[in-house]
């Protein structure tokens, strides 16, 4: 199961798309804080119903693989950087990309990060957009560190974990996530309320 590996090819089917299961499973890896790797089978199917024109809406196999692409990052929020592999069973086409794609995803989810950079990189996001006040009071965080790896686990030393937004918190997310490489691996942020002497970022 799931639980017994490191990381998890989630296979999807070309010919029908992304599906509740598809999405279930993404859910069940991102909470067991498995890497993961999207494989898309049946890939053979869709290249011949191109050469068919049989394709609506689509002029060659490359814009069609662009938009199923778009689509993924779409339905799969929390894995917007995965990484994604087109294969076909029948034909083998890409199977023998997918260990070493495995290989490095491994190697990347044991990476260690500097603190300095890290809380660098919180605080470019702070400076870049602040967080919305509640009671003319506003989140801040005081020190960024990290905990550990599989999944990459950060603690957040802040003021008060009331005062953060559900949007603020992917924002933040997503800034650690377009700074580091973090492609395929689960991050999970805990927040820990200290006060003002952990701080190392402006007020």
């Not at 890290?118 to 009671?135: G, Y």
């Not at 686990?153 to 949007?167: E, G, I, Y």
Request: proline residues 2%.
């Amino acid at each position: 199961g799931i639980i017994n590996c490191d990381i998890i090819y989630l296979v999807v089917d070309a010919t029908s798309g992304i599906t509740q299961l598809d999405k279930k499973l993404a859910n069940e890896i991102i909470s067991a804080g498995k890497g993961i790797i999207l494989v898309v089978n049946k890939w053979d199917i869709s290249q011949d119903a191109c050469k068919n024109g049989d394709l609506d809406g689509y002029d060659s196999i490359k814009s069609f693989q662009e938009a199923y692409v778009a689509a993924i990052r779409k339905e799969f929020r929390a894995f917007p950087d995965v990484e994604i592999i087109f294969t076909s069973a029948n034909t083998k086409h890409g199977i023998k990309h997918l260990l070493p794609l495995a290989e490095k995803l491994y190697v990347r989810m044991h990476k260690k990060f500097g603190t300095g950079e890290i809380n660098r990189v919180i605080q470019q996001a702070f400076e870049a957009r602040q967080p919305s006040t509640a009671s003319g009071k506003r989140f801040k965080i005081y020190y960024a560190v990290q905990t550990g790896n599989m999944p990459f686990s950060f603690k957040l030393f802040c003021n008060r974990k009331a005062l953060l937004r559900d949007n603020y918190k992917k924002y933040l997310l997503n800034c650690m996530r377009k700074h580091f490489d973090f492609a395929g691996c689960t991050i999970k942020l805990d927040f820990v309320e200290k006060d003002r002497r952990y701080s190392n970022v402006e007020e």
